[in-house]
């Protein structure tokens, strides 16, 4: 059974920086877009940023645009999200997820594979 493991969330300060990690275990995986999501008490879970792994192009939130920036690793099948000059607006818990078929797409229903989540929280 494929399984996506989060690490590398925890408590920063403002402007401060955190690199997520994700990577994929266990079973066959095959997905074509790797993307993260966030999640804030009382929200919606919402996209922010994606990559495709065969061509690396990528897609973020404009929230995130110029700040967030998403990698990924093909061999060791861990996709990454390096968090700049964060802000306590983006305090959530971040999850990753997999869609197997397709492109980079910004609705969290059609990714088929999840992790976990991590918690990021920003203090001002």
């Known amino acids: 059974q494929v399984q996506l493991v989060e690490s590398g969330g925890g408590l920063v300060q403002a402007g401060g920086s955190l690199r997520l990690s994700c990577a994929a275990s266990?079973?066959?995986?095959?997905?074509?877009?790797m993307g993260w999501f966030r999640q804030a008490p009382g929200k919606e879970r919402e996209f922010v940023a994606a990559?495709?792994?065969?061509?690396?192009?990528?897609d973020y939130a404009d929230s995130v645009m110029g700040r967030f920036a998403i990698s990924r690793d093909n061999a060791k099948k861990i996709a990454y999200l390096q968090m700049n000059s964060l802000k306590p607006e983006d305090t959530a818990v971040y999850y990753c997820?997999?869609?197997?078929?397709?492109?980079?797409?910004?609705?969290?229903?059609?990714?088929?594979?999840w992790g976990q989540g991590t918690q990021v929280t920003v203090s001002s």
């Open positions: 990559i495709n792994w065969s061509d690396g192009r990528t």
């Open positions: 266990g079973g066959t995986f095959s997905s074509n877009v």
């Open positions: 997820a997999g869609r197997r078929f397709g492109n980079i797409v910004t609705a969290p229903y059609v990714y088929n594979y």
